[in-house]
């Protein structure tokens, strides 16, 4: 409870301060307990032979995910304090890398951007941009949604899921059956920022592109480990929301930045009055 409190403080002061298969693998081999990197900021802990996961340590395990192909490597999301992030991720993978941010908050978009010229995102969420990415200069370059990373052996699909922020954005290897959510499914807590139709419309429509190409799960932005998004909770997710919103749920009233909350399925979803809607 403390860790959510904590979170929910974080985007408060934050919004207001600021308003592979095949293909090249690391170099760098896993100890025993999967780890390839690990400073006072982040840990990389290797998934498969050519995805990483990195684990900071400032805001509920912010997660950020290194994808190789044969020929390129994509960054999902900067994490909040990670000096010389672009440096540990290429000797990760041993090539460049291009960075994805999948939407604009601080523990999503901090200081790493910098290190990059460009990076992609989704145009949506520059509404967030002068709050949690103030200082970035680089060119911003606009994700569409069904757009296509070709890494070289591996494609890397966009698929757009508003809720959480109004550009919230997933990433997925269709091949490889997964995909990266961040925080567009709340890793068991889902703070919303649009409205609750939203996030319902997100649910169903990421629920179809899960039956059609058989996705068994997502990485989530604040992955401990134990927290994988699956299918079912997606579905959860989506009718908690769609029980709100026809009234047969009962929701609670809380002191917060989200000030309402409901609970079914262990799952918490936060948000403002005015979001049911």
Known sequence: MKRVVYYLLFLLVALSACQLRGGASSTITPDAEGIVYKDDNIEFRQIDANTWHGKGNLMYSESVYLVAGEDDALLIDA????????????????????????HVHSDHTGIAVNEWESLWMNAADEVNVEACMP????????????????????????LFAPG???????????????????????????????????????CSRTLRFVEKYGLTHFYPGHFGGENIETPKRID??????????????????????????????GITIRFNAPQIR
């Not at 757009?147 to 591996?154: A, E, S, V």
């Not at 961040?182 to 419309?201: E, R």
């Open 135 to 158: 200082n970035y200069q680089g060119k911003k370059q606009y994700l569409h949604d069904g757009q296509i990373f070709d890494l070289g052996g591996r494609q890397i699909e966009v």
């Open 79 to 102: 994490g909040m304090y990670v000096p010389g992030l672009k440096a540990i991720a290429e000797k990760i993978v041993g090539k460049k890398t291009t960075l994805v941010i999948t």
């Open 236 to 265: 959860d997710i989506r009718a908690l929301c769609d029980s709100v919103l026809a009234g047969t749920k009962e929701y609670q009233s809380e002191i917060n930045v989200l000030n309402h909350l409901v609970k079914g399925e």
């Open 164 to 202: 959480h922020t109004p550009g919230s954005t997933l990433l997925i290897d269709k091949e490889a059956h997964y995909g990266f959510s961040s925080d567009a499914f709340g890793s068991s807590n889902l703070l919303v920022f649009t409205d609750l139709s939203t996030v319902s419309s997100s």
